[in-house]
């Protein structure tokens, strides 16, 4: 059978120039050296008052990949780096990709077996922290790894200002048993000649639970992070040298991909402000004035949420975008009315290197009128998204079922996983484990995650169907729903809410507002009211957590 997809129907809906075949560089320290002979003294990295030039970026990383050449560092060793949104995680990145290395990013809020795990399954080589992270743990933690180089980093550096908001701690001296990643850096050394990367070389290894079981490390390349920065770049109207909020964090491939990589395509600045606080970045907006940021919309939720927030902190934005999880049609409607612009949705996976959707930026995304589902966006002219039933057969347009990727940006698999690599992407073909479905002009619609669905009383209830009409309620600033287990019905839909500053709602109400607008097995019988959701560090809501609460 002719697949239904094959036309691209979403290609009628790009311009010329997001259309267009993009030639993207062979990584991206191959983009950052070209913006360097661009703009040696622009300021590449912005941190509170601190300020480096791309020169200085480049001498710095340069001198981080020669000592880690100098200690025995080979070509596709892996180099651990966990670090917060610092100039510090961006000079060690480059440093270890100079010297040829696959690096690693991993999660600070990582605990030691976790953090154990990884530096074991990927065998590393070197790993670079923060000073006080190596001191609290991960010295005990590498002990008993196949790590052998350990760069420590203190993260009140390259900054005077010590905002206690998010920086309240003490320097400490460098621990002995490391070396100081800054003290490194600027030791003026050359980085390794015979360490060239190439595109089909293995950029980072990023663990993620993937569509199930215990996290694998998907295998990123360097063209795959290339294409969808150098897609960013030709496809926004960022100009070049614009400022780049880091509002997603760089260790996760949101942040990795459309903030760092793409900042660097466009030879811009990137903003780091240590890791997500409301009032710090708000400050920063201000401040920086960028032109780009990308983050979960709990990240818009909580910014729009703070005391004190105007239309001015974001009317420097040509495009603010939303990844990492699902955005409320309500959201975006509320962002626009009280702060001027439009959230622009996307949708993509670790697996994916980031987006494979998303709202182009003269186009508003529309809103299914069965679901009320907002589209996360069309998929870009290279990638093919197909959307397939339970035995695997294409549904018609507007029919749900399990989204399937394949393009460029598509990773080759999982890290030593080739049962798992097999199973998730057959003939290089992702499956997300999402269910959707794509109307005729080719938007994409997430309705949820397959392991998410609710059997309520053998009737399906997706969550963000119920999530979406929750943000509907002025006094609903984040919700999640989940199935809870229950004798007569199978599983219950219970929510799980945080109110908005200075409002309230009974729980009472709150399932009421619910009966009145959803079928009568979809509403929520059960909704608890909590002070705050419990989210990842990229800002996705932890639905797990809830459920095993039950």
């Known amino acids: 059978m002719t697949s239904v997809y094959a036309a691209k129907p979403w290609l009628g809906q790009l311009s010329e120039a997001q259309r267009a075949p993009v030639d993207p560089p062979a990584s991206v320290v191959h ?53 917060q949104n610092t100039p510090h995680f961006v000079i060690a990145l480059l440093g270890a990709w100079k010297a040829g290395a696959t690096v690693v990013p991993l999660n600070p809020m990582y605990k030691s077996a976790e ?35 350990a760069l420590t980093a203190c993260e009140l550096d390259l900054q005077s200002r010590d905002d206690a908001r998010v920086l309240a701690f003490e320097r400490l001296p460098v621990p002995g048993d ?20 190439h595109p089909d070389d293995t950029a980072l290894i990023s663990y993620t639970s993937g569509t199930s079981g215990t996290p694998k490390g998907a295998m990123n390349t360097h063209r795959g992070i290339t294409y969808n920065a150098e897609r960013q770049r030709t496809g926004l109207p960022v100009p070049e040298g614009a400022g780049y909020f880091a509002l997603a964090p760089l260790f996760h491939i949101t942040g990795m991909v459309c903030q760092l990589a793409a900042c660097v395509a466009n030879a811009g600045t990137l903003v780091l402000a240590y890791r997500f606080h ?10 920086h ?37 699902p955005v409320p049609p309500a959201l975006v409607e509320k962002f626009r009315e009280a702060f001027g612009p439009y959230i622009r949705n996307g949708y993509g996976l670790t697996e994916c290197t980031a987006p494979c959707a998303a709202v182009p930026p003269e186009k508003e995304a529309p809103v299914d009128p069965v679901s009320g589902t907002l589209s996360v966006g069309l998929p870009g002219p290279e990638t093919v998204v197909r959307i397939v039933d339970e035995e695997g057969k294409e549904v018609d347009f507007g029919e749900p079922g399990e989204i399937l990727v394949r393009g460029p940006q598509v990773v080759p698999g999982y890290w030593r996983r080739p049962e798992a690599t097999a199973e998730t992407f057959p003939d290089g073909e992702l499956r997300t484990g999402d269910i959707g479905f794509m109307d005729r002009d080719g938007w994409l619609y997430v309705v949820d995650r397959k392991k998410d669905m609710i059997n309520a009383s053998g009737f399906k209830v997706w969550p963000r169907e119920v ?14 729903v989940v ?68």
Not at 49 to 71: N, Q, W
Not at 118 to 139: M, N, P, S
Not at 184 to 197: C, I, K, T
């Open 31 to 83: 983009a950052f050296r070209a913006a360097v002979l661009r703009a040696p003294d622009r300021t590449a990295l912005a941190y509170f008052d601190g300020r480096l030039t791309y020169r200085e970026t480049d001498a710095l990383s340069d001198s981080v990949a020669g000592r880690l050449a100098a200690r025995g560092l080979r070509r596709g060793d892996r180099v651990a780096i966990m670090l």
């Open 115 to 149: 953090v154990g795990h990884v530096l074991g399954d990927a065998e590393v080589t070197a790993l670079i922290c923060a000073d006080r992270a190596w001191e609290a743990y991960l010295r005990d933690t590498a002990a008993s790894s196949p790590v052998r180089i």
């Open 178 to 197: 490391t070396e100081d990643l800054l003290a490194v850096a600027r030791q003026g050394l050359a980085a390794p000649e015979d360490r060239e990367l």
């Open 278 to 287: 409301p009032g710090v970045v708000l400050d920063a907006f201000t401040e």
């Open 289 to 325: 004035r960028p032109a780009y940021t990308v983050g979960p919309s709990t990240a818009f939720m909580a910014l729009a949420a703070t005391p004190g927030v105007t239309r001015e902190h974001f009317a420097s934005f040509r495009v603010i975008s939303s990844g990492g999880a």
């Open 467 to 480: 999530e979406d009409v929750l943000y509907t309620h002025p006094a609903v600033r984040e919700a999640a």
């Open 483 to 550: 199935g809870v287990p229950d004798a007569y019905r199978g599983e219950n839909v219970k929510a799980y809410v945080s109110l908005r500053p200075d409002c309230e709602a009974a729980p009472e109400e709150l399932s009421a507002y619910c009966e009145e607008r959803l079928a009568a097995y979809k509403y929520p019988r059960v909704v608890e009211i909590l002070p705050e959701l419990p989210k990842t560090a990229s800002g996705k809501i932890l639905r797990r957590e809830l459920r095993s609460r039950h």
